[in-house]
């Protein structure tokens, strides 16, 4: 059974970089797509972007500025940095596998806060 | 991009009462190729992450209950409980994956009356 695992700070300052990393444990990560999604305290899930296991990705247009979604398959964990973060950036931050470019999101990891605050 | 809308905003219905759950998009998300929707539903209890229903409009995903179902096409889109029970209060999303960006709606709010 496939896990995921999300980590990294949980308070970020404005301007700064958000980085996180999503390990993945009980399977292997070729063949897949893997996301990062967020959800804004209350609110609905935006989808971030995705990179596959060979390593290509693809990002939101309104994001793709300031993220970067890259993969080490070795230590079986994929990785998101968002630069330039302000408060509304605040979220619920999910990392999620899917088994196509355009398949859904069949397994999520628990998902980590992060806060954009001085 | 394709933006997805849900009605209602929340619902209230009795224990083993049906609620029913519409999404629409913007766009079909019909694929004509194989006749695919590529639609899917998702679960989201509190402090959980979210959890996939229904995929491809209508098929259950394994070890979903078959009170949940998907049905519609192209742009129109229902997900229906037949029988709702308490561990199904929850918020529902629906999603296309028919192409990027990825969209999900804003979600319905289920509860018991």
Same mark, same amino acid.
């Given at each position: 059974?496939?896990? *995921? ?7 970020? %300052?404005?301007?700064?970089? *958000?980085?996180? !990393?999503?390990?993945?444990? @009980?399977?292997?990560?070729?063949? #897949? $797509? ?8 209350? %609110?609905?899930?935006?989808w971030i972007g995705y990179i596959y296991y060979s390593g290509s990705s693809t990002y939101k247009p309104s994001l793709k500025s300031r993220v970067t979604i890259s993969v080490d398959t070795? %230590?079986?964990?994929?990785? *998101? %940095? *968002? ?6 950036? !605040?979220?619920? $931050? #999910? ?13 999520? @990891? ?9 | ?27 079909? &998300? ?60 929850? &918020? ?17 709010? &289920?509860?018991?009356?």
């Amino acid at each position: 059974q496939v896990q *995921l695992q999300e980590s990294g700070p949980g308070l970020v %300052k404005p301007s700064e970089t *958000l980085s996180l !990393t999503c390990t993945v444990s @009980g399977d292997s990560m070729s063949n #897949y $797509y893997w996301s990062w999604i967020r959800q804004p305290p209350g %609110k609905g899930l935006e989808w971030i972007g995705y990179i596959y296991y060979s390593g290509s990705s693809t990002y939101k247009p309104s994001l793709k500025s300031r993220v970067t979604i890259s993969v080490d398959t070795s %230590k079986n964990q994929f990785s *998101l %940095k *968002l630069s330039s973060v302000t408060a509304a950036d !605040t979220a619920v $931050y #999910y990392c999620a596998r899917a088994y196509g470019q355009l398949a859904p999101f069949d397994h999520w @990891g628990q998902g980590t806060l992060v806060t954009v605050s001085s | 991009d394709i933006v997805m809308t849900q009605s209602p905003d929340s619902l209230a219905v009795s224990l083993g009462e049906r609620a029913t759950i519409n999404c629409k998009s913007s766009q079909t &998300v019909l694929y004509s190729s194989n006749n695919k929707n590529y639609l899917a539903w998702y679960q989201q209890k509190p402090g959980q992450p979210p959890k996939l229903l229904i995929y491809w409009a209508s098929t259950r995903e394994s070890g979903v209950p078959d009170r949940f179902s998907g049905s519609g096409s192209g742009t129109d889109f229902t997900l229906t409980i037949s029988s709702l029970q308490a561990e199904d209060v929850a &918020v529902y999303y629906c999603q296309q994956y028919y192409s990027t960006p990825h969209s999900f709606g804003p979600g319905t709010k &289920v509860d018991i009356k």
